[in-house]
């Protein structure tokens, strides 16, 4: 791959981040007109509807920072776009292509603790309000702890066991406003328009039933990222927002069993999941953070808030996807 150029709605930005990287800064009509077979985008979730259906209609594919889009309606449209034209969208994350990710899905595969029947995925800390230097954007439709960070462990948790077929949540925005206690925007006050406390119960088609938390109101936790209950074991995955990390299993009263070494990518390799699209392209084959399986996580993810605010309603996902082959080596 060669890297064409780098565009932002700021020009200084564009030109900034070139500089630094030693890349040709573009302004965005300059990119999409530009021999760019591919578009990597890297903007706020409120925005990556109209990124995306720009790059699609300039007929480029298109790989999407988390989540797809803003509304599940957003995607199925971005979705529906390109396969009428005949082009591809791949979407982050791609953490579940990391060595623990892919060490986890091996052991479940194998059926190391027997079948699965229950689980637990815990993400929960106190939001983006002291580290990032534009938080307003996390706590508006298309942010919140689900969509910016449980979206991981619902990505990570269908590459395990394929689709939703059924769910319901509780949730809370636990304060209206949040102001921001200390960091660049220190004293900055934002307005909170998505739940920011989400518990959802999710029905695998596959069987396992597992409660996923993702919230900004907690500080700090002493949960495992996500533990799977089998009939003869437990399993321990690591945090699905990482790539590398501890993974391991009991079997019945027996002592834990590290995963055992050896897998590539366990420190961050954020990107990979935009090479495996452009080797599938060129190979033919279907890419590993396919447009299916980021639709419909963001169907669960709309969902489980529309099952929040109707007091915990079941409900039941439209979309299905495949789970992406395993990845057992480097990508070249
Ligand atoms: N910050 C993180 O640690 C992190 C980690 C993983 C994923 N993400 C995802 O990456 C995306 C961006 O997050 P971020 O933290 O980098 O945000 P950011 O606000 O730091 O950067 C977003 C950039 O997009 C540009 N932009 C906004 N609207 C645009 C438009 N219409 N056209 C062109 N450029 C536009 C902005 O000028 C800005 O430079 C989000 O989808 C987020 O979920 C962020």
């Known amino acids: 791959m060669r890297i064409v150029g780098i565009a932002d709605a700021s020009a200084d930005l564009a030109r900034q981040r070139a500089e630094a990287a030693g890349l040709t800064a573009m302004g965005l009509d300059e990119l ?58 791949g979407c982050a994350p791609d953490t579940f292509l990391g060595a623990a990710g892919q060490a986890l899905r091996a052991l479940i595969d194998a059926g190391t603790v027997g079948e699965v029947r229950h689980g637990t995925a815990q993400f929960m800390n106190h939001g983006p309000d002291h580290w990032h230097p534009n938080p307003a954007f996390f706590y508006q439709p298309g942010g919140g702890p689900l969509h910016d960070v449980g979206v991981y462990y619902l990505t990570h948790l269908v590459n395990h066991f394929g689709p939703v077929v059924r769910l319901r949540s509780t949730s809370h925005i636990t304060h209206a406003r949040r102001r921001v206690p200390f960091g660049p925007c220190e004293g900055q006050v934002l307005p909170v328009a998505v739940p920011t406390h989400v518990v959802t ?47 391991r299993h009991n079997r019945q009263t027996g002592d834990w069993v590290r995963a055992p070494g050896g897998r590539p990518y366990t420190t961050n390799s ?17 890419h590993r953070c396919s447009a299916e399986m980021a639709l419909h996580v963001l169907e669960v993810m709309d969902l489980a808030l529309a099952s929040g605010r109707d007091d915990g309603r079941p409900v039941t996902p439209s979309t299905t996807c495949e789970r992406p082959a395993p990845l057992e080596g480097r990508l070249s």
């Not at 996923?212 to 074991?233: C, I, K, N, Q, R």
């Open 32 to 89: 999409l007109a530009s021999e760019a077979q591919l578009i990597l985008n890297l903007t706020p979730p409120q925005v990556h509807h109209e990124i995306g259906l720009k790059v699609l209609h300039a007929g480029k594919h298109f790989f999407t920072e988390k989540p797809l889009a803003a509304t599940f309606a957003q995607g199925q449209e971005l979705v529906a776009l390109a396969r009428e034209k005949g082009l591809r969208v």
């Open 270 to 286: 954020r990107g990979i999941g935009l090479i495996d699209m452009a080797r599938a392209l060129q190979e033919g084959r279907p």
């Open 201 to 247: 119960q999710l029905e695998f088609a596959s069987g396992p039933q597992i409660v996923l938390t993702s919230s900004f109101d907690v500080w700090t936790h002493g949960h495992a990222p996500m533990e799977l209950y089998g009939d003869d074991g437990t399993l321990q995955g690591a945090d699905p927002n990482q790539f590398g990390g501890t993974v």
